[in-house]
Structure formats: C-alpha cells, structure tokens
C-alpha cells in the first residue's frame, strides 16, 4: 500500500492562496495519476484535480477552473495544488489519491489516499 501524507492545509481569508502538498513516504509516485478530492460538512466527496503520471494530462472540476493548478515533482516524490482566489466554497477537507498512470473523475477507481488536510476559507 502506497502510504500519501497531505499537508499545507490552513486559514485563509476569500481572495487568498494556498498550496497544498502531496507526499509519498517510501515509494515513487512515477506511476501513479494523483487527484485531488474534498469533502465539506454535510456533502459528497469531489473532485477537484488530478495529473496523470507524466505530467501530461491535468483536469480540472469547471468551478476552480482558472483558479487552481496542479503539479507534479517527481523528483520530490510530491504533487502539488496551487489554490489562488480562494472561496468560502472552496472550504473542505482535502484529500489525495493515487491510481496507476491515468487519471480517473471516480473516487473509487483511485487506490490509495491520504488522510486530508483542512482548508478553510474565512474573514
């Protein structure tokens, strides 16, 4: 099991930026799509982003569109998602996922997952 630790969650105000982090401990990310889900109180778990394993597909759900990117360092053994012109929607635990190679819109075809991390978006 490919063990993924988030981090770089935290308080901001709406308007504000975040990066949130995506760690493998022990094994390589090289063949593994990355998402990014979240989950707010009271509501379904989502998708937010993910990158396929080289890097060369990302997607993106339409309401961050423009706002977040994600990106890979496989050097690092990270994957990033960059949040600018955050939201009070966009408050949610956030959590990644990994699954071989490609990247899927259904949270149950990823593998392996993170234990979260909480961004909140606040004044």
């Known amino acids: 099991q490919l063990q993924l630790v988030e981090s770089g969650g935290g308080l901001v105000q709406p308007g504000g930026s975040l990066r949130l982090s995506c760690a493998a401990s022990g094994f390589t990310l090289n063949y593994y799509a990355i998402g990014w889900f979240r989950q707010a109180p009271g509501k379904e778990r989502e998708g937010v982003s993910c990158?396929?394993?080289?890097?060369?597909?990302?997607n993106y759900r339409d309401s961050v569109k423009g706002r977040f990117t994600i990106s890979r360092d496989n050097a690092k053994n990270t994957v990033y998602l960059q949040m600018n012109s955050l939201k009070p929607e966009d408050a949610a635990i956030y959590y990644c996922?990994?699954?071989?190679?490609?990247?899927?819109?259904?949270?149950?075809?990823?593998?392996?997952w993170g234990q979260g991390t909480q961004v909140t978006v606040s004044s």
């Open positions: 990158i396929s394993y080289s890097g060369g597909t990302t």
């Open positions: 996922a990994a699954r071989r190679y490609y990247c899927s819109s259904y949270s149950n075809q990823y593998t392996d």
